[in-house]
């Protein structure tokens, strides 16, 4: 396919002399769903305006798992894709590796030291140098609400674990499932995390999650979480094991349920459904998390493929993501923020709004910090070490007793 | 129609509630076999709101055929919003010659191992036979270097030659098992008046071959067909398999699910399975009859 | 046994079959022993998200054996694959014999048996799920149906998942044994059933005595196919449970790609491949070694 691809780039030159060569950039992504790929749809316009062609390569599957096991056959054949698709630690797994191209130039060009917020540049650097162009923050603690339901248990959004524990027995009474939850790792997960930066704050989460810090893991505060944990499943209905999450949304939109825990792209199900934020839904941050932000970031990575020609349109990309009225643009559609704070809200809905606000206030205050679940708070490894213990504890498979000793030892073992 | 129950039935008991029982039995069966390919179409002639509100064993109010025409036609596999039927052609150039050059190479193969024995020609058979037991994801980072080193990444030609090689296993041993029970009487005098080892199998054993054929066709192309792993990480892109195709459409992980797009694109991708299923049937019994299904 | 080409002794005839079998031996020997060496190399060194050729000893190994999810992945393959293979067996055998009696819609009911092979799992997986969520399939409609206490929640029990994927897997396959155990008895010889009735055995006694005994060959293949299936089954796992709920279904096949590729650990992954391997070779080895003895018949 390359050498067709250079064939033809060759042909083109010689046929139209001096004239612009058809450039073109192979992308490797998970964007597969309707409105996911409009948003892309945006970039790959925005691209062919600039004559760079678009040479689509989506592999969707676990948030990206697939997509990297398809990575890396191709980069084992000495043939990887232009761009890729990448979150959190594996970027820096990549990065070490060598293969990726070098942004310092564009980004010094573009101002991007300055308005991405300092915890995504963690991500996008490697070793002081830029290697990738961040699309979009998602962020992970979220609580989303049924307006008529929440109406009915008294209109006040809970802002801590106990007002939440008082919301969901109101729910219960009113004969709805109380949370709608999916049974599966990665879910389980973004609820633990979300319950971590509730009761322990912004400061234990570094601690626990990012640190690994073993006291912190195994300790007094810890316990509270899985506490918590085992209560919330009692708010849960019986058939939750392996329910999508898309399934839970759709719980809370038909009133069937109150309330779901979910990250921000849950947004796009009630607004698929013409629900309209502050009418039909709430959105507000998980309880007792509200100015703190667990964030993921979706960028894109240019690998270095020691062609000029290639180069040409990978910067031509690069630039185009981080283009103000792209990310507009593509925030809008995907139900993310954009990864630049200097961007304009005024496109956005009330809970995109809410987001960025949030966004930006935790990055000036220091109170952003990775998602564990998704990719940013611990490698692979450690993150699945982690789901595991979490999941089964979920799950009952083990007492929290157990829970609170397997974690740290877990943790270490994937180091 | 089978010989034997002829046989047995002159010494089954009352005949009509024997009947009744088998008729009863085969039918429940058939219902509980049924009922999720029933839950799939169901679901594909529904729209959205009747499956988020409903029961899925429910037929559609309002059937309608968009999602089929979108699955076909219009929905988003990435970028490209062309539906599936591009990938499809995909798989139809990938499985035909994978199938095709698999099947001919374990006839040849087979054809060795049984009439022109050698030593040591137990040992080679053996070591075919094992090779079907290789964990595929065990082979996917070396056979993705190999292929790059051919030339042939993120091609079609990759992934035909990859089918080829993991499904010689399983067609040699087909071919071996069915040509062991063949005479070779017939092979001898064949020799005695002069044939060669090629004519000898054009003109003998291959016009005797067909129910073999059809079963080694049969399950390669089963098993090419759905198969996801290799299509993914040798041909992910423009030169993507069908089921590369459909997991796009199915799996997306923070989008929107369209449920009754999924079920219609998953049931136009085991079109040409189930095709060759059902019509070919018929000689599948026959071809595992004549020596697939010895041991 | 016969050797053909006794007196001949042209030597392209001797070297052409060798020749002609050679590319597809060859094939074999690269693409799968020597990756199988390859990932015995890899299994003993220090791989995480890509291939690294640098020593480690057996320490992957002993992570292997220090992960709780291998256990229970080895004891999911056991129970799954014994339930797996008899249960398909078992059903395959039964509805062959019942198809076998004169049935006068056969050539519609054998296509429906046997539609779901033709199935990839990526396309039923979740049909199957939603079959067998409590909430949403079963269990929910039995319920509708006015039998209030019904239960069948066994995919979300941590302790009962595995036994919905061998349900699933089933589903899948049994068609196909019941093809082979079909095809089987129609080759079976008549006049001995025939000389057997005359003698007054019961119909019990001659498909215990005399059918299924002949059925052996078939057996045989049936349970070669089966474990092959069940070994290899990770696009069933995945689409139905996802290994859950927590890991209470995670089999090798599972595992070694979570290890590989979601966890970076390729170390890891392949040890665990080498292992499975070994435990493969344990059994089909001997088989194919008694197997291949016969035919000196």
């Known amino acids: ?415 | 129609m089978s010989r034997n129950e002829a046989a047995i039935a002159t010494a089954a008991g009352p005949g009509w509630l024997n009947r009744v029982v088998i008729y009863g039995l085969l039918l429940i069966f058939a219902a509980v076999y049924l009922t999720p390919l029933f839950v799939m179409l169901a679901t594909s002639f529904k729209s959205l709101d009747e499956i988020r509100g409903g029961d899925i064993l429910a037929l559609p109010r309002d059937p309608t055929i968009e999602p089929w025409l979108k699955a076909w036609g219009s929905a988003c596999i990435g970028v490209t919003c062309e539906g599936i039927k591009g990938y499809f052609w995909n798989s139809l150039r990938m499985v035909v010659p994978a199938v095709l050059i698999s099947t001919m190479l374990g006839a040849l193969n087979g054809y060795v191992l049984t009439k022109w024995r050698f030593r040591g020609h137990k040992i080679v058979f053996g070591l075919m036979l094992f090779a079907c037991f290789i964990p595929f994801q065990s082979v996917l980072i070396p056979m993705a270097r190999v292929l790059g080193t051919l030339g042939l990444s993120n091609s079609i030609t990759g992934l035909v030659l990859v089918h080829v090689v993991y499904g010689l296993g399983f067609t040699t041993l087909f071919f071996r098992n069915y040509y062991e029970a063949f005479p070779t009487e017939l092979i001898h005098s064949a020799q005695m008046d002069g044939a060669g080892f090629f004519t000898i199998f054009r003109r003998i054993l291959l016009p005797s071959s067909a129910p073999i054929i059809v079963v080694c066709v049969i399950y390669q192309f089963t098993n090419i067909w759905n198969d996801f792993l290799f299509g993914v990480s040798f041909a992910a892109g423009e030169s993507a398999p069908m089921t590369v195709a459909l997991n796009n459409l199915v799996s997306s992980s923070t989008g929107v699910k369209e449920y009754n797009v999924d079920m219609a694109a998953a049931v136009i991708a085991a079109l040409p399975t189930l095709i060759v299923y059902v019509l070919a049937g018929r000689y599948f019994m026959r071809g595992l009859m004549a020596g697939a299904v010895k041991g | 046994m016969s050797h053909p080409a006794p007196g001949l002794k042209r030597g392209l005839q001797d070297w052409l079959p060798k020749l002609v079998l050679a590319p597809s031996f060859a094939l074999v020997l690269v693409f799968v022993y020597g990756f199988i060496v390859w990932t015995a190399v890899l299994s003993m060194s220090k791989s995480r998200i890509l291939p690294v050729y640098k020593w480690a000893g057996f320490d992957a190994y002993e992570r292997l054996f220090a992960q709780p999810s291998w256990y229970m992945a080895l004891k999911n393959l056991a129970i799954f694959g014994s339930l797996y293979i008899s249960i398909c067996i078992a059903l395959g055998l039964m509805l062959a014999i019942l198809l076998d009696q004169r049935i006068r819609i056969e050539g519609a009911l054998r296509p429906i048996y046997l539609y779901p092979m033709a199935l990839s799992f990526v396309v039923t997986g979740t049909a199957g799920k939603w079959f067998l969520n409590p909430g949403m399939g079963i269990q929910n409609t039995v319920r509708g149906w006015g039998f209030e206490s019904f239960t069948f929640d066994w995919l979300v029990r941590p302790d009962m998942a595995i036994y919905t994927v061998a349900i699933a897997g089933i589903w899948q396959a049994s068609g196909f044994v019941m093809a082979m155990f079909l095809a089987g008895l129609r080759g079976i010889d008549n006049e001995m059933l025939k000389a057997a009735t005359v003698d007054g055995a019961s119909t019990f006694t001659i498909y215990r005595r005399i059918v299924i005994p002949l059925l052996r060959p078939a057996f045989l293949s049936a349970v070669i196919v089966l474990a092959h299936m069940a070994i290899k089954s990770y696009d069933l796992v995945i689409a139905l449970t996802g290994g859950g709920p927590g890991n209470a279904t995670e089999l090798p096949s599972t595992f070694m790609y979570s290890y590989t590729f979601t966890r970076s650990q390729m170390a890891v992954g392949s040890a665990s491949a080498m292992i499975m391997l070994m435990g493969i070779a344990a059994i089909m080895v001997p088989y194919l070694y008694s197997e291949l003895r016969e035919d000196r018949r």
């Open chain 1, 1 to 415: 396919m390359r050498r067709i691809l250079l064939a033809g780039t060759a042909i083109s030159i010689m046929a139209f002399g001096a004239a612009r060569a058809e450039e073109s950039v192979e992308v490797l992504h998970w964007w597969t769903s309707g409105g996911e790929a409009a948003a892309l749809g945006v970039l790959k316009d925005d691209l062919a305006k600039k004559g760079v062609a678009w040479k689509d390569m989506p592999v969707a599957g676990g948030s990206g798992v697939q997509a990297m096991t398809a990575l890396r056959a191709r980069v084992t054949a000495g043939d990887p894709p232009t761009a890729v698709q990448m979150l959190g630690f594996d970027i820096k797994d990549w990065a070490e590796m060598g293969v990726l191209g070098n942004l310092d130039d564009l980004a010094a060009e573009q101002g991007w030291d300055k308005v991405v917020p300092a915890a995504l540049q963690d991500f996008s650097k490697f070793d002081g140098h830029w290697i990738a162009a961040p699309v979009n923050v998602h962020s992970t603690n979220w609580l989303w609400i049924n307006k008529a339901a929440l109406d009915k248990a008294g209109g006040k959004a809970p802002e801590n674990m106990t007002e939440l524990f008082a919301l969901l027995d109101n729910f219960k009474a009113q004969g709805i499932t109380p949370l709608a939850h999916g049974g599966q790792p990665w879910q389980d997960g973004t609820m633990w995390e979300s319950v971590v930066l509730s009761e322990g704050g912004m400061d234990f989460y570094k601690k626990a999650v990012i640190e690994s810090d073993p006291a912190a893991l195994g300790g007094d505060t810890m316990r509270k979480v899985f506490d918590d944990m085992t209560k919330l499943r009692t708010y849960f209905d019986d058939s939750f094991s392996g329910r999508d999450w898309n399934l839970s949304s759709a719980m809370v939109i038909e009133g069937k349920a109150g309330a779901q825990q979910m990250g921000d792209w849950a947004k796009g199900e009630f607004l698929r459904a013409k629900q309209v934020p502050g009418t039909d839904f709430v959105c507000i941050r998980f309880p007792g998390t509200q100015g703190n932000v667990l964030f993921n970031s979706d960028q894109f990575v240019m690998f270095d493929l020691g062609d000029d020609e290639k180069r040409s349109a990978q910067l031509k990309m690069a630039s185009a993501v981080e283009d103000p009225a792209f990310q507009v643009a593509f925030n809008t559609v995907k139900g993310s923020v954009p990864a630049r704070t200097d961007v304009p809200d005024t496109a956005f809905d009330d809970c995109g709004k809410k987001g960025m606000k949030d966004l930006a206030e935790a990055a000036a205050g220091g109170t952003l910090a990775g998602s564990l679940a998704h990719g940013h708070g611990q490698p692979g490894a450690v993150k699945e070490a982690i789901f595991d213990v979490v999941t089964q504890h979920l799950n009952g498979q083990i007492t929290t007793d157990e829970a609170l000793k397997r974690l740290p030892e877990a943790v270490a073992a994937a180091k």
